[in-house]
């Protein structure tokens, strides 16, 4: 499976709301530390998309919560 670089985005939003950094080091909540990595490298890289199976797993973990968070959302209309 193949995440997008904008929903990889929107993964990282999900979790900076839900746990934002803390601290004076404004330490990043180990989901958002996780997805960073990934992100990072397809900017650097110019990666459009990114194969989630590939990823370490704590990025997986992260990714899987917010797609069911994103998919048990209600439908705006």
């Known amino acids: ?3 997008t670089l904008t929903e ?3 993964a990282i939003n ?8 803390t601290g004076e ?6 989901e958002v530390a996780a997805l960073a990595i990934p992100y990072a490298e397809m900017i650097m890289n110019r990666r ?3 194969d989630v199976t ?8 992260a990714i ?3 797609q069911r ?3 048990a959302a209600p439908v705006k209309s």
């Open 54 to 61: 590939g990823l370490p797993e704590p990025a997986r973990a």
């Open 14 to 21: 999900f979790w900076r709301a839900r746990k934002p950094s």
């Open 25 to 30: 080091e404004h330490a990043l909540s180990p």
């Open 64 to 66: 899987d919560e917010w």
């Open 1 to 3: 499976m193949e995440i």
């Open 69 to 71: 968070a994103r998919q």
């Open 48 to 50: 459009r998309t990114v």
């Open 8 to 10: 990889l985005e929107e």
